[in-house]
């Protein structure tokens, strides 16, 4: 499961020609769920750039601890809470990688997943608008689950699933087919992320040190068989 996310100063408009900025990017190297968080949505046929409070709260959930900051991918259809917005409002959550924690006999390690390149990712989420009053409202979004790739499981069973930024504009246009969002919502690619442990520190939310995110030990990543 995402339980916290590394969003440092990203570069987005190469991933998503057209991108209009609303808000701007919020950065954090430790983000944990129920805070503001950056997405984006499609709005008039563009990418839109916006912010959300991260914990999917729609106008009839009573407790705000309850909204969920994660979905998972086989239950989108059938859960209430999640199926109208994976119908029809979806986004795409910037990141530059994802904290996982793999268990140990005494603790846990924690682990930064990250693309091979530390290059930007596009996490599937969807949203929902809470109105306040007739001319204020709420946006809050969760992220969409998938099961991980066996090179990833032995850290954690589940990851944000990835949108490949030319998949983007697909998976935000509100007419995409059910059928072609949820092949989507598969692992991601082998070579495409690796995993390094970080410091314990990252364990505290409020931690907001930027080395929290450095590398304490080598990177786990897809070694391909050689043929001989």
């Given at each position: 499961m995402a339980g916290r996310l590394y969003i440092p100063m990203l570069e987005l408009s190469p991933l998503l020609p057209g991108l209009v900025t609303h808000a701007p990017l919020m950065t954090s190297v430790n983000q944990a769920p129920r805070r503001p968080l950056s997405m984006i949505r499609q709005e008039s046929g563009k990418p839109c750039l916006t912010a959300a409070f991260w914990g999917l709260t729609p106008p009839w959930l009573k407790v705000l601890d309850h909204a969920p900051h994660c979905a998972r991918a086989e239950s989108l259809t059938e859960r209430n809470m999640f199926s109208e917005a994976f119908q029809a409002r979806r986004c795409l959550i910037p990141v530059s990688g994802v904290y996982v924690w793999k268990?140990?006999?005494?603790?846990?390690?924690?682990?930064?997943?990250?693309?091979?390149?530390?290059?930007?990712?596009?996490?599937?989420?969807?949203?929902?608008?809470?109105?306040?009053?007739?001319?204020?409202?709420?946006?809050?979004?969760?992220?969409?689950?998938?099961?991980?790739?066996?090179?990833?499981?032995?850290?954690?069973d589940r990851l944000p699933a990835l949108i490949a930024p030319e998949q983007a504009a697909t998976w935000l246009a509100p007419s995409t087919p059910l059928e072609t969002l949820s092949r989507m919502l598969s692992p991601a690619p082998m070579e495409l992320l690796g995993a390094f442990p970080v410091s314990r520190r990252v364990n505290d939310p409020m931690c907001q040190d930027w080395s929290c995110a450095h590398p304490t030990g080598s990177m786990l990543r897809w070694q391909p068989v050689q043929e001989t």
């Open positions: 268990p140990q006999p005494r603790w846990k390690q924690p682990f930064l997943v990250t693309r091979i390149d530390r290059g930007p990712l596009l996490l599937a989420g969807i949203w929902c608008r809470y109105h306040t009053t007739l001319s204020a409202y709420n946006d809050s979004t969760a992220l969409i689950t998938a099961p991980s790739n066996a090179l990833l499981a032995p850290l954690s």
